[in-house]
């Protein structure tokens, strides 16, 4: 019973959702303003990937930074240290995941027209996030070795719903069993064009040609 | 908005569940069944650690696993094979959380005044089932190296609430830089009763005191 009402509940919210998802995404076109939705499960490597791909790209594009958190804000100011751009931090007070409503506050707190790139790191879940369209003009999702091959077979819908899946952590391959070809097999199956980036922050492998797909998109949506 | 709505709506559940979670619990104790909530990030070695606690304790007690996942059921058959206990499986059809009304299903169907002790693997996720009373005897989580010794930083509501913390993965300690002291403080400020048991499911390191633990605590619950 409980489960019933709370699916009509997430529909009605999706519905609304949807629709300011779609004005905000119109303003931000107009203001040439390029924003990756940044999805993952907690301690796959969001923030030290962030802080990487930052700092190799900040010199070209004018970048901010909306993080989320359920509570805290210790992402946001290690961020801001190691890169010296303008971070935000949005609380989302318990709710698992952001929605366009939350996007837009920390979008305009940010002044994105300002802003070439800005990337809203989402609260780190791969199930509730999967589901609220934020304007975005990619969603990108981080998968971190350690966690398995096994987590498209696990989590379709997110998987489904990315353009762009990084593999984080890939200096941990030699711990870990990880396949990933079947990996690959797996994600393909539910989203045949998703572009996948193996990379390792730690060690700088594969990050160059991550940032030069960005860097391109980037001018790409701003030519539009 | 959209916010308060939801939060709203959380309430009217939450106040259902933790009834319907204390008729469970009274039940369970009637029935002498000891039931493990068990919470942890998508990928933290869950159904590994799972594995290895059930081989090593199922001679002595009667054990029943209830398996969550969003719509897939690949940990269950990995746990059936590798264990050769009744394994349920349980999908929550997008629900990022059980709550007691699931559980009560799971219990049911696997026949739990049939076993001394149930475990119900939740939705890999640090938020949502944090808020959701199962009716349980113990609260668990897992959390892994690779995760980082800052979560509770980041999920202090889960990491309030488990009686609990099971450290997986520390043959990766190697690899990754995990503060193991940083963390206890993280979580002792928390919550200053939980007990925390560090293992590795692939070394076996550990595993004894978790599994005498459980032993113990299962045998106090049915002699009460």
């Known amino acids: 019973m409980n489960k ?36 993952s499960s907690p301690g796959s ?5 962030l802080v990487n791909t930052i700092n190799r790209i900040k010199d070209k594009v004018k970048i901010g930074i909306v993080e989320a958190d ?23 007070g318990g709710m698992c995941h952001l929605d ?41 999702m981080i998968l971190s070795v350690p966690e398995g091959d096994d987590k498209p ?17 890939i200096d941990a391959l030699s711990v870990f069993s990880f396949d990933f070809v079947a990996l690959e097999q797996r994600v393909r199956k539910l989203n045949p064009n998703v572009k996948i980036f193996p990379i390792s922050a730690v060690t700088g492998e594969g990050m160059e040609a991550w940032c030069n797909y960005l860097l391109t998109e980037i001018k790409r949506f701003q030519k539009n």
Chains 1, 2 share one sequence.
């Open 4 to 39: 019933v009402r709370v699916i009509e509940i997430q529909k009605r919210v999706y519905a609304n959702n949807d629709e300011n998802a779609a004005i905000l995404r119109k303003e931000l076109e107009e203001n040439k303003t390029y924003v990756m939705n940044l999805m």
């Open 45 to 49: 490597g969001k923030t030290t990937m």
């Open 70 to 92: 359920v509570d805290s804000d210790v992402d946001a100011h290690t961020i801001a240290d190691k890169t010296g751009v303008q971070v935000n931090q949005l609380h989302s």
């Open 100 to 140: 366009s409503g939350m996007a837009r506050e920390g979008l305009e707190d940010i002044k994105y027209g300002d802003m070439d790139f800005v990337v809203i790191e989402n609260i780190g879940n791969l199930i509730c996030p999967a589901s609220y369209d934020l304007g975005q003009a990619l969603n990108a």
């Open 153 to 169: 077979l696990k989590y379709p819908k997110m998987f489904s719903k990315v353009d762009v899946l990084v593999v984080s952590k």
